[in-house]
C-alpha cells in the first residue's frame, strides 16, 4: 500500500513556473513506477508525465513536452513536476500516482495502483 500526497498547486499568471510535490508514505517507494495525471472538470483524466523507478526514463504527454520535467528523489520519497511556460489551458487538477510496474511508463490512468487527492493548479491569462 502507498499513500500519496500532492502539494504545490496554486494560482499563477501565464508564463509562469510551479513546481508540484508528491510525497509517498508505505513500502518501496523505489520499487514503483510514477505518474502525473491532470484532469479538467467533465473531462477525463489526461497523461501529463511518468517516470521510472529509479528516474532513469521519463516520458511525457506532447502537450507539456519542452515545459515540464517530472524527477524524483527516492530517499526523500518524492516525485516532482516542475511545471515552466505555463498557460491557460494547463489549468485543471493534477494528481500523482504509483504504478506496479517500476519500468513501465504507462500512459493510461487504468494502470495506476495509488492516486492522490490530487491539487489545483490555475494559470490565469
Known amino acids: 500500500q502507498v499513500q500519496l500526497v500532492e502539494s504545490g498547486g496554486g494560482l499563477v499568471q501565464a508564463e509562469d513556473s510551479l513546481r508540484l510535490s508528491c510525497a509517498a508514505s508505505g513500502r518501496a517507494f523505489s520499487s514503483y513506477a510514477m505518474g502525473w495525471f491532470r484532469q479538467i472538470s467533465g473531462k477525463e483524466r489526461e497523461f501529463v508525465a511518468g517516470i521510472t523507478y529509479n528516474g532513469g526514463r521519463a516520458d511525457y504527454g506532447d502537450y507539456v513536452k519542452g515545459r515540464f520535467t517530472i524527477s524524483r528523489d527516492n530517499a526523500k520519497n518524492t516525485v516532482y513536476l516542475q511545471m515552466n511556460s505555463l498557460k491557460p489551458e494547463d489549468t485543471a487538477v493534477y494528481y500523482c500516482?504509483?504504478?506496479?510496474?517500476?519500468?513501465?511508463?504507462?500512459?493510461?490512468?487504468?494502470?495506476?495502483?495509488?492516486w492522490g487527492q490530487g491539487t489545483q493548479v490555475t494559470v490565469s491569462s
Open positions: 500516482a504509483a504504478q506496479r510496474g517500476p519500468r513501465r511508463i504507462s500512459p493510461l490512468s487504468r494502470d495506476y495502483d495509488y
